[in-house]
């Protein structure tokens, strides 16, 4: 069981250029999320997904775009990088409504941390 | 909308002393309210959650939160801390009313020395 994945580790991306982030998850989990994780701002939700073939906005979604074909994967998009998009990207996934009451945390992957150069 | 504080951006004990990581809450209804630790290069990992019974909530690796509604708070506590406690901890809170996300604090950084 090697619950939540992320591809790749490590990026460079010269502004302008574009790259998919995958997440995968092997625990049949509903609802999945990505986060950009920035130095004294905590976890910011980008977009969420709360079933396949359903995406949504979170707080910070300008300049990113996901796509949920299949329940396991959970795409980002950057259509053309800009440095203030130097980050490190977390997926998460939870149980979502379908699981029992107490089952409301989210599983988090190890993250991408990418470079906007 | 739900929002959580952490007054403290760092904590700094000895190894053997106790240990609270701060977490005040706002959310409209009742709160889910988490806490998760970071350590170096990781992602974050589940350490304990309120969601409804006893104030005192006990987690992973020997750590507890103690739920307080009056004062909106949900602080972080450990009895004894190990040099291995040293990490980034987060506290998030989830709206009943607002099933799919969690709001994050911006974190507090655990330095436990020997």
């Known amino acids: 069981n090697a619950g939540v994945t992320q591809t790749p580790k490590f990026r460079v991306l010269k502004t302008g250029q574009s790259m998919t982030l995958l997440c995968a998850q092997d625990m049949n989990h509903e609802y999945m999320y990505w986060y950009r994780q920035d130095p004294g701002m905590g976890l910011r939700l980008i977009h969420y997904s709360v079933g396949e073939g359903t995406t949504a906005k979170g707080e910070v979604p300008d300049g990113y775009n996901v796509s949920r074909l299949k329940k396991q994967n959970f795409l980002l998009g950057l259509e053309s990088a800009a440095p203030s998009q130097t980050s490190v990207y977390f997926c998460a996934s939870s149980v979502g409504l379908a699981g029992p009451s107490s089952s409301y945390e989210q599983y988090f992957g190890p993250g991408t941390r990418l470079t906007v150069t | ?114």
């Open chain 2, 1 to 114: 909308a739900q929002s959580v504080a952490q007054p403290e951006d760092q904590v700094n004990v000895a190894e053997g002393n106790p240990l609270t990581v701060k977490c005040t809450y706002s959310v409209s209804g009742n709160p889910y309210l988490f806490w998760y630790v970071q350590y170096p290069n990781r992602g974050l990992q589940f350490l304990l959650k309120y969601i409804t019974g006893d104030n005192l909530v006990k987690g992973s690796y020997g750590f507890e939160a103690e739920f307080n509604k009056s004062q909106t708070s949900f602080h972080l506590k450990k009895p004894s801390a190990l040099v291995s406690d040293s990490a980034l901890y987060f506290c998030a809170v989830r709206d009943i009313r607002d099933d799919y996300k969690l709001s994050f604090g911006a974190g507090t950084t655990v330095t436990v020395r020997a």
